[in-house]
């Protein structure tokens, strides 16, 4: 399993790490320590309840994904109706 920095951890919870550096560089130095030190999972899991707050505080700004050239509708089937019985 590839542990990944923390740089690419706070990417992967969608927190911009330069911003959050620049805003709370005592907490970013201590997280990053934090993070050096155990798993990922681990961090995760003690960190839990500070993670959101920190994401809406700086929250990464996300690059539009590029549109598909044309999106392909499915073929809907068509609905056959059987004939009405003859009635003499």
Request: without cysteine; aromatic residues 10%; charged residues 30%.
């Amino acid at each position: 399993m590839e542990i990944k920095g923390f740089e690419t951890y706070l990417k992967d919870k969608k927190i911009d790490s330069a911003a959050f550096q620049k805003g709370q560089p005592e907490q970013w130095s201590k997280f990053k320590a934090l993070y050096d030190q155990m798993h990922p999972n681990s961090f995760t899991a003690q960190k839990l309840y500070l993670i959101n707050p920190i994401r809406r505080a700086f929250p990464l700004k996300e690059e539009a994904p590029e549109k598909a050239a044309t999106t392909v509708q499915a073929a809907r089937p068509k609905v056959m109706m059987r004939p009405k019985p003859k009635t003499n």
